[in-house]
């Protein structure tokens, strides 16, 4: 009896271990974006959006920190110096010639330089970015609210979206260079801590960290703060830009809603 | 078959009466009791699941940078790390190395450096432990939220059901139970078990500290990581000591629970795993009068 019992327990082990074993790679379907398996998966994205969106008031702030938290320089991730033509002729002139563009769905679009960036309010702010690989990092921004753009632009009713073109190229496909893009929804545009950074640690945005022009999204991840922004246009929908995501990297899998 | 008496669902957990009395060898009288109710056993189950495919996808995340700090922040011109696996050349070959609290160990073929193919790769887990097997930080992403949204939901679901049908009462160690509690651990090590149908007192324990601890400390060191819960409740910041360090306590919590796993397989085996399983399954359980 007790043989049996044993046998069959080892039996009941071993067959746990095996079916284990047999799993390994079972899941790797789900990386393919066309699963239908990962859709229902994605589902919860929309629902983390939409319950982060009925919980965080528009004014809900992301924390600031002390200057004494600031231990280290900002640590520079994804592009870190665009090898692309136009990018490096204005970097070499310090971005005099520089000019951001705002258009889309605005009564009056804007084309406005780097001086008359600075010149417009300021925001000082110390946070932390966090990636979405699981590091993060304490720094102090310096920029202007995205929202006075916007008012200055005066935004149609109709937009949905902000989308930031930008001059880093990614990859070169078929249809030519890929380049990197991102888009937010209008509340975190018009977020208070929402600004184009211009000055890190109190200098200069460099070049490794986005220059001229980069963009804090405090409530998010740091893939959604587009770097070396040259365009930023209002829409209504994501699906004219990239493969329709909303971004360089939600094109690739990542959600879309990065607040999580 | 005991099918003809047995006692409705919902009702205590140890009753009293048995079902279909079998006479076993040594005149001891074993019967069926009703032990899980449905409620118990659904939510035991999709929390299997869940902490399958949660593990899983989290150590899948966890590649994109194997490295552990304590504070708010990510030690990168300063040294806060406590944990990190990474792969080093050592006379021209590759080495894993994991190193905790400042001690580096070799783990080449388990960490930082495993089989992959015919060869090797430098890649903190070997595939088999990671959902994809291979690297892709953004669908590990999506599976994890998504269970997260199951688990979290069923943790609800069940504390409610356990509220109104009594199943918390039987988590609770008593005042006996509690007294029990040196002769409980030596009958454990003695591989003795009780089979009366009764939570004994590691049990209790383990499980209240599962529910009622681990499950909801993963839930709020995972939530304080998210960068828009805690600008609505920056609390959370304080409470854990800083982002970085709930991002190493959900890992060490996660060592935590899959060491309580190990051992409640082990339980399940050494107490006879086919009464374990039916009564995780259909509710019954085969007690003995006196404990073997």
Redesign the interface.
Known sequence: MSRFTLS??SF??GS?VAS??A???C??P??DGDSKV?G???S??S??YRV?RM???SD????E?SES?I???Q?PNGTTSPSDADYQQLANENFASYRLKLDGLVEKPLEVSLDEIRAMPSRTQIT?H?????????AKWTGVPLALLLDEAKVKPSARFVVFGCFDTMENSFDGPVKYYESIDLIDARHPQTILAYGLDGKPLPVSNGAPLRVRV????GYKMAKYIRTITLTDSLSGYGTGSGGY?ED????WFA?? | MATTTRAEPGQELARSETAGEHELASGETAGLVYRQRLATRLTHWVWAISLFFMLLSGLQIFMARPDLYIGQQSGFGFDNSVLSIGARRVDGAMAGVTTVFGHSFDTTGWLGVVPQGDGQAAKSFPGWLTIPGYRDLATGRIVHFFFAWVLVTTLFVWLAASAVNGHLRDLVPTGRDLRHLPGDVLDHLRLRFAHDGRYNVLQKLSYAGVLFVALPVMILTGLTMSPGVVAKFPFLIDLFGGRQTARTIHFVVMLALVLFFLVHILMVVLAGPLNELRSMITGWYRTSEKSR
């Open positions: 069959r327990r009941l082990t746990a284990t074993s799993l390994a790679g899941f790797d789900l990386g990962r229902v998966l994605e919860t994205n629902l983390t982060q919980l965080l008031g809900d702030l992301a924390r920190y938290e231990r280290q320089p640590r932390r966090d990636c979405v690989e699981g590091w993060s990092c304490i405090e409530r998010q991840l990297w690739r899998g990542y959600e607040g999580i």
